[in-house]
């Protein structure tokens, strides 16, 4: 099938980053939040984005005004938003219980015909594809942060998840620029859980004095040519959101290759989340 609408349900920084893509792919996009101003901040994002690229070269004017023209706004009634679409990309918080809900909406609500995507990084695949009642047509579609730039895209498939699904998304994610690879739904994926088990033991590094922050990132950085450490990542990401996803591999896979360190702890107790507070294992305050 030929994927042309798409919708996003969640706008906030993964969310508008996908909804950007996909309406840059050439797609009619709408981004839907239950918060309308949410939606309007992601919209706007987006165009301050565009019009960088604008600015500084990499994008013509005349192309930022078709993308933008290709966005849709909406919020407050989920059927109506998915009505029509031909691929539904779920990027709200990562909490089971809120994405099973939504997939169990979308079951009944989404065309038959629809392939329903989350973009989560950790949580089970199998189980929220379940709540749908179409599993068959359910996959994991994990992009990177910030979306517009970042190369790759990770398709995570259930044993239930078609064949045609795969590939359909796999042409869609070449469609967007990325590079797609395609992993079996298992705890922490491919990328979450190499990312995850390498960023815990640098934590654990600098609790034990090994390094400072700075020092372990650039051992991967120049090393092993990561384009980023560890650490200044996880900072990226957010220590609370990492705090999150080790606990769930910790349990899910045992054996003490997820144990989550104290410093992790310590520093999100201490509201020190990374560069959305101002304070990780850097100082952000001035960024």
Not at 88 to 98: C, G, I, K, M, N
Not at 154 to 182: C, N, P, W, Y
Request: aromatic content about 4%; some cysteine; glycine content about 10%.
């Amino acid at each position: 099938m030929s994927i042309e609408r798409v919708v996003v349900l969640g706008a906030g920084t993964m969310g508008h980053g996908i909804a950007q893509i996909a309406a840059q792919a050439g797609c009619r996009t709408v981004l839907f939040d239950v918060d309308a101003a949410v939606v309007a901040g992601g919209l706007a994002k987006i165009a301050a984005d565009l019009e960088k690229g604008v600015a500084r070269g990499k994008v013509e004017a005349a192309d930022r005004d078709a993308i933008l023209s290709r966005l849709e706004a909406a919020d407050g009634d989920l059927a109506a938003a998915v009505s029509g679409a031909d691929l539904v990309v779920e990027a709200v918080p990562e909490r089971l219980d809120l994405k099973c809900s939504i997939f169990e909406s979308l079951g009944r609500s989404a065309p038959e015909t629809a392939i329903l995507a989350t973009n989560t990084s950790s949580l089970p695949i199998t189980r929220i594809a379940s709540a749908s009642g179409c599993a068959e047509r359910v996959v994991g579609m994990h992009f990177f942060n910030p979306v517009p730039r970042s190369a790759l895209l990770e398709l995570v498939h259930t044993d239930a998840t078609s064949a045609e699904t795969i590939e359909t998304l796999r042409t869609f994610g070449e469609r967007m620029g990325k590079t797609v690879i395609v992993v079996k739904d298992s705890p922490g994926f491919a990328t979450t859980r190499l990312g995850v088990v390498l960023a815990l033991e640098a934590m654990r590094m600098v609790e034990e004095g090994v390094g400072s922050a700075e020092d372990v990132d650039k051992a991967m950085e120049l090393g092993y040519r990561h384009p980023m450490g560890p650490l200044k990542v996880t900072d990226l990401v957010g220590l609370d959101v990492r705090l999150g996803i080790a606990e769930h591999l910790a349990e899910a896979l045992p054996g003490g290759r997820f144990e989550v360190p104290d410093i992790l702890r310590r520093l999100v107790r201490e509201g020190k989340l990374g560069k959305k507070s101002g304070q990780g294992f850097y100082d952000w305050s001035e960024s």
